[in-house]
């Protein structure tokens, strides 16, 4: 009974857009990733305040990155001191925030990239139990985490769908 009243919750909470962090854990990949997801939300919890993370020195952007047939990124809040050689599982590169209608700006996410020419190793970085993505004409090795946010594509894709712009 109460399996089926969570389902029933959650199908309400989609039909409505109101799913946001308690939809995305269990992330069905494991216990080790589900602690290493509740260690990057307890570390970027605070950033939820838009004006923390200007003060912990991410540089805001306004244009949303967005995909037609996939969906969206989002706005990228980018941390430049961060991007080294060492992936830092609580200190991500990037927050991913989403307008809301109000105008009011949602953390759905984080990005965390490596440059190309700081990683030294013949295997991508790993994070979260994940091989980060080479991307050639940005130079760097990158991974998103949709934490705050569900993503129907999976926590670790690149595009969402049920985000806006």
């Known amino acids: 009974m109460k399996q089926l009243l969570r389902v029933v919750v959650t199908i309400s909470l989609l039909r409505n857009g109101l799913a946001y962090a308690d939809e995305v854990l269990p992330t069905g990949l494991g216990e080790a990733v589900d602690r290493d997801v509740e260690r990057v939300r307890a570390a970027t919890e605070r950033f939820k305040d838009v004006d923390t993370a200007l003060a912990a020195g991410y ?20 941390n430049m001191a961060l991007r ?13 925030y989403q307008r809301l209608p109000d105008g009011t700006l949602r953390l759905n996410g984080v990005e965390y990239v490596v440059p ?9 970085p790993l994070l979260l139990g994940q091989k980060m993505r080479r991307e050639e004409n940005q130079a760097i090795w990158y991974l998103h985490a949709w934490i705050w946010e569900w993503n129907p594509s999976g926590i670790f894709a690149d595009w969402n769908p049920r985000a806006k712009c």
Not at 116 to 124: G, N, V
């Open 84 to 96: 080294d050689a060492t992936p830092d599982l609580e200190r991500p590169e990037i927050l991913l």
């Open 116 to 124: 190309l020419s700081a990683w030294m190793h013949d295997e991508p």
């Open 59 to 78: 540089v805001a952007t306004d244009y949303c990155v967005q995909h037609p047939a996939h969906g969206v990124m989002g706005l990228h809040f980018k």
